[in-house]
């Protein structure tokens, strides 16, 4: 029982925190941006479906699905800020240093994104949208407080089975 209280706790955390919960499209930082609204309809792409790449049945894999996106999703930050200090550099021997740690974070982005893209099918170059089928909210209580709650739980459910 207290396994899972804390994995639906756990769960309810992580989706919070990635603000999952009230919307139905997550486009992650470095994703390809959606088609706009309001280009000319030659210019629009086919229709596109949505297409099931994984399922995380436990909230512990949530959760560590969620600290993977936000590995690369650092990385990818890091490659960036790398590059650019990188241009704007003019001492040769610096400039050099700066392309060594450019490239090496980018091998390392790289080989993240390609474990994410065959452990989870995530990449970093495409949207996504993340459906939440259940989730359990659990509250911690006194005994006192659970049993005034629980009372009222079965006065609201025995009111709705005489309708």
């Not at 399922?55 to 512990?60: D, F, H, R």
């Not at 790289?110 to 993340?130: A, C, H, P, W």
């Not at 089928?133 to 709705?160: C, F, H, N, R």
């Amino acid at each position: 029982m207290t396994k899972t209280i804390i994995r639906a706790l756990v769960l309810g955390t992580s989706m919070l925190t990635a603000s999952l919960w009230a919307v139905e499209t997550v486009t992650f930082p470095g994703a390809t941006p959606a088609a706009p609204a309001a280009a000319p309809a030659a210019a629009q792409p086919k229709q596109q479906k949505l297409l099931k790449v994984c399922s995380i049945t436990t909230a512990q894999g949530f959760q560590e699905f969620q600290a993977n996106v936000q590995v690369v999703q650092s990385q990818r930050q890091l490659v960036i800020e790398a590059n650019a200090a990188f241009e704007k550099e003019t001492n040769a021997a610096k400039k050099k240093e700066l392309k060594a740690k450019v490239d090496e974070l980018l091998a390392k982005l790289n080989e993240n994104n390609q474990t994410m893209i065959k452990t989870y099918g995530f990449s970093l170059d495409r949207s996504y949208t993340v459906s939440v089928e259940k989730a359990d909210v659990y509250m911690l209580v006194s005994d006192e407080e659970a049993a005034k709650i629980e009372q009222a739980q079965a006065a609201t459910a025995a009111a709705g089975t005489k309708k």
